[in-house]
């Protein structure tokens, strides 16, 4: 039963630093890539970023680049965003998802508020 268990989420001033972890299972996780989404209250699920199978490529949306960082340790079926520099405008339900499978974790909440 493929999982996904995202943590790390939390309160933070703008400005701030935040890093999320998701914890996968019930899949080979070092042959799949792996993305970040997030979905704001009223808006649309958004692509936030994604690596492929061994981390040498990522790609981020045009809203984080440069202020988030995705990696992953295949060795810890895990995948990290590091988000510095937050903004309000970042607040979300941050989920991570194996584009190729269909199942998704609960996601961990990010609220960016002073």
């Known amino acids: 039963q493929v999982q996904f268990v995202e943590s790390g989420g939390g309160l933070v001033q703008p400005g701030g630093s935040l890093r999320l972890s998701c914890a996968a299972s019930?899949?080979?996780?070092?042959?799949?890539?792996m993305n970040w989404y997030r979905q704001a209250p009223g808006k649309e699920r958004e692509l936030v970023a994604s690596?492929?199978?061994?981390?040498?490529?990522?790609n981020y949306a045009d809203s984080v680049k440069g202020r988030f960082t995705i990696s992953r340790d295949n060795a810890k079926n895990t995948v990290y965003l590091q988000m510095n520099s937050l903004k309000v405008e970042d607040t979300a339900l941050y989920y991570c998802?194996?584009?190729?499978?269909?199942?998704w974790g609960q996601g961990t909440q990010v609220t960016v508020s002073s």
């Open positions: 998802k194996a584009p190729r499978l269909n199942s």
């Open positions: 019930g899949f080979t996780f070092s042959m799949h890539g």
């Open positions: 690596i492929t199978v061994r981390g040498g490529i990522t």
